[in-house]
């Protein structure tokens, strides 16, 4: 993953929530929780509400010191890297940048 933009504040010694409406492949959430921590975050914690199996063994691969907390875990990621069933792409869903494949409105 790209890191585009980046302004935290001081995080020496505090407890961090990193929070994602999805963890798919974890490439992002390994890059951000490497990321916080190297600032010095005491601890940090990966909350989530969607999660594929593969992000949940990435993060314990790359980042066994950081818990993920996920309201539900789907069952697999499609050629797309999108969660099955899942969601799609939340940032898609989000910003629109997707065409819309559902059911159209009234």
């Known amino acids: 993953p790209t890191s585009y933009y980046e302004k935290l504040p001081p995080l020496q010694g505090r407890h961090v929530l990193l929070l994602d409406p999805m963890l798919a492949t974890g490439g992002s959430a390994v890059a951000a929780a490497a990321s916080i921590l190297a ?10 509400v969607v999660a594929a199996p593969q992000g949940v063994a990435r993060m314990a691969e790359h980042q066994p010191e950081v818990p993920v907390f996920a309201a539900a875990l789907d069952r697999d990621l499609n050629d797309r890297a999108y969660i099955l069933p899942g969601l799609g792409d939340f940032g898609d869903r989000l910003f629109g940048t997707e065409p819309h494949t559902g059911i159209p409105p009234r």
């Open 39 to 48: 600032k010095g975050a005491a601890e940090v914690r990966f909350v989530c």
